[in-house]
């Protein structure tokens, strides 16, 4: 048994390391110590300050007085999703220990980090302050587009130190082959530049529960109208994003990688692979202003 487990720790010691290699929304995680929990466990609570501005001051009474508020914003975990596998002792020994190994690793690569991209991405898609579609035909109107969103920000008042930038790879390189001194000083002026793949950047998508007729196959897909787009609009492709890193709350409470070998398996003769990931994907009230979309018509 021992042996076993060694010979999967190979794998699971890789699994954070894959992930954050391949996740485009890794760059996002919130502090934890700026949240504490909340009454229930599937909760935290965030602390939202408010205040009166100036007044004026008089040289016989002084000081006017103002009120402070401290109210307490209570969110609810919103990601909860996970899977099972088995894999045949004799299987994964005639493939000198790679099935199983593999199959944990891939899992993550292939199927959690692109969903879980995915879902975020959708998520503050729609927490968005700022919403605009269009066609962004070549890379002049790609870097007007960053401009226009830069100064809807600035205007706003967000802060310019660490705003990221999300951009489909054939954006950011029609962008990048407008070489000038402008074009160079507008991607210059974010704190990153990640390029999403198409596939996980979506303004709405669905979550396959995995069980149900039609979603045995769990995972994600676009999300499709059921009403022509009157009250349940169809997801769209997302040209960019522009993200303030302080406007998102982004969290994984609990994630579990967990693999039990052959021998404590009481239903058959095989390796099984756990995992759970639970987590939180949200933005501040106040802050909206501080995620920015373009996308598609």
């Known amino acids: ?20 290699n391949a996740a485009k ?5 919130s502090d934890v110590t700026l949240a504490q929990a909340g009454a229930n466990a599937n909760e935290i609570v965030i602390p939202k300050l408010d205040m009166d501005g100036l007044g004026d001051y008089d040289r016989n009474s002084g000081y006017v007085n103002g ?13 909860d999703r996970g899977r099972k596998f088995s894999i045949d002792a004799m299987d994964d020994e005639e493939t000198v220990g790679l099935a199983f190994g593999k199959l ?11 969903e879980q991209d995915a879902f975020r991405f959708a998520t503050y898609a729609n927490l968005a302050g700022t919403k605009v579609s269009g066609t962004l035909a070549d890379g002049a109107a790609v ?6 969103a830069t100064s809807a920000m600035d205007d706003a008042e967000v802060s310019t130190e660490d705003r990221h930038l999300f951009i489909t ?7 990048q082959n407008v070489d000038t001194t402008k074009s160079r000083d507008i991607l210059g002026a974010f704190a990153s530049i990640t390029k999403v793949p198409t596939s996980r950047f979506y303004t709405a998508i669905d979550l396959k529960d995995g069980k149900t007729s039609g979603e045995e196959s769990g995972g994600y897909a676009k999300h499709a109208s059921t009403d022509s787009g009157v009250s349940d ?3 769209k492709d997302i040209n960019f994003m522009v993200i303030e890193k302080s406007a998102i709350l982004q969290f994984t409470k609990h994630n579990v990688n967990k693999a039990i070998p052959p021998e404590d398996n009481p239903d058959a003769d ?5 995992f759970r990931e639970y987590g939180l994907a949200d933005a501040y009230e106040n802050k909206t202003a501080g995620i920015y979309l373009h996308h598609k018509a």
């Open 1 to 20: 048994m021992a042996n076993q487990i060694a010979k999967f720790k190979k794998y699971t010691d890789l699994l954070d390391e894959v992930y954050k």
């Open 25 to 29: 929304t890794a760059v996002l995680e």
């Open 67 to 79: 009120d402070v508020t401290m109210t307490n914003e209570t969110v609810q975990f919103n990601y």
């Open 104 to 114: 944990s690793s891939e899992f993550i690569r292939t199927k959690v980090v692109p």
């Open 143 to 148: 870097l007007t587009a960053l401009q226009t």
């Open 169 to 175: 790879p054939a954006l950011l390189i029609a962008a």
């Open 233 to 235: 609009p169809a997801g």
């Open 270 to 274: 095989a390796w099984i692979f756990n």
